[in-house]
């Protein structure tokens, strides 16, 4: 696909090293030229390698004002509370937030222990917020993504009727084929919305997932998210 930027990589660890200075880069680059006037607006998942992603970006350390007004969002979330395992929330606070220092402030976690439709409202007015909208949706600066097995990413899995597929909600609430089976998450049109969309692809098993996904006429969620925008970026160590 013409539309996309395929960068491949031996293992997970090259891949999240390369992820993670890219990562950097882009934080510097971006801090320049909004010359700290305006607020940086990112979007993240969880998943395996995201462990190996956060855990390279702490080891290349925090530069002097390079998070200052970096605002966290979430592609996705479990229906758990912030404590909770299972939480994507949970996971960036031990291994990215801590670490780094970041401000409470800057952190807008999507709350999978409240009422579904309470949680959802106060998460779109919270992006809203923060966020210059386009057409009815948030831009965000940058969305990290990665795929399952069966292509899904954040939580938008295959199987959707045509009518989730084209909600124009910024969050829905989605039931998982994999546990935790609630949970919270991005819709297309606002991922598509994004200025940058990076999407972290590791571990075995998801071969025929990636074919499918990068193939023109592709049907797997991510498939979607990348014909539906004019560049995405994929990193990735599967064969």
Same mark, same amino acid.
């Given at each position: 696909?013409?539309?996309?930027?395929?960068?491949?990589?031996?293992?997970?660890?090259?891949?999240?090293?390369?992820?993670?200075?890219?990562?950097?880069?882009?934080?510097? #680059?971006?801090?320049?030229?909004?010359? *700290?006037? @305006?607020?940086?607006?990112?979007? &993240?998942?969880? $998943?395996?390698?995201?462990?190996?992603?956060?855990?390279?970006?702490?080891?290349?350390?925090?530069?002097?004002?390079?998070?200052?007004?970096?605002?966290?969002?979430?592609?996705?979330?479990?229906?758990?509370?912030?404590?909770?395992?299972?939480?994507?929330?949970?996971?960036?606070?031990?291994?990215?937030?801590?670490?780094?220092?970041?401000?409470?402030?800057?952190?807008h976690r999507l709350r999978g222990e409240e009422v579904?439709?309470?949680?959802?409202?106060?998460?779109?007015?919270?992006?809203?917020?923060?966020?210059?909208?386009?057409?009815?949706?948030?831009?965000? #600066?940058?969305?990290?993504?990665?795929? *399952?097995? @069966?292509?899904?990413?954040?939580? &938008?899995?295959? $199987?959707?009727?045509?009518?989730?597929?084209?909600?124009?909600?910024?969050?829905?609430?989605?039931?998982?084929?994999?546990?935790?089976?609630?949970?919270?998450?991005?819709?297309?049109?606002?991922?598509?919305?994004?200025?940058e969309v990076w999407a972290l692809i590791s571990a075995?098993?998801?071969?025929?997932?990636?074919?499918?996904?990068?193939?023109?006429?592709?049907?797997?969620?991510?498939?979607?998210?990348?014909?539906?925008?004019?560049?995405?970026?994929?990193?990735?160590?599967?064969?």
């Open positions: 696909m013409n539309n996309v930027e395929l960068r491949k990589f031996p293992d997970s660890t090259e891949l999240a090293r390369a992820a993670a200075a890219d990562w950097m880069a882009w934080l510097r #680059d971006t801090q320049k030229r909004k010359a *700290g006037k @305006d607020r940086i607006r990112v979007a &993240l998942s969880g $998943g395996r390698i995201t462990k190996d992603f956060f855990a390279e970006v702490v080891k290349l350390g925090s530069e002097q004002g390079l998070y200052q007004n970096v605002h966290f969002f979430w592609a996705d979330e479990r229906c758990v509370p912030p404590t909770d395992p299972e939480s994507n929330y949970a996971m960036a606070k031990e291994l990215l937030f801590g670490p780094l220092k970041i401000p409470d402030a800057q952190i579904e439709a309470v949680a959802l409202s106060e998460a779109a007015s919270a992006i809203c917020e923060q966020t210059p909208l386009e057409n009815g949706q948030p831009v965000l #600066d940058l969305i990290h993504l990665g795929m *399952g097995e @069966d292509g899904h990413t954040a939580s &938008l899995f295959p $199987g959707e009727s045509p009518e989730a597929i084209n909600n124009p909600a910024i969050y829905r609430a989605v039931t998982a084929v994999k546990p935790p089976p609630r949970r919270f998450t991005l819709g297309y049109s606002t991922i598509a919305a994004a200025r075995k098993g998801k071969e025929a997932a990636l074919k499918e996904t990068l193939s023109s006429a592709g049907k797997t969620p991510l498939a979607r998210v990348l014909q539906m925008r004019s560049q995405t970026r994929i990193y990735t160590d599967v064969a």
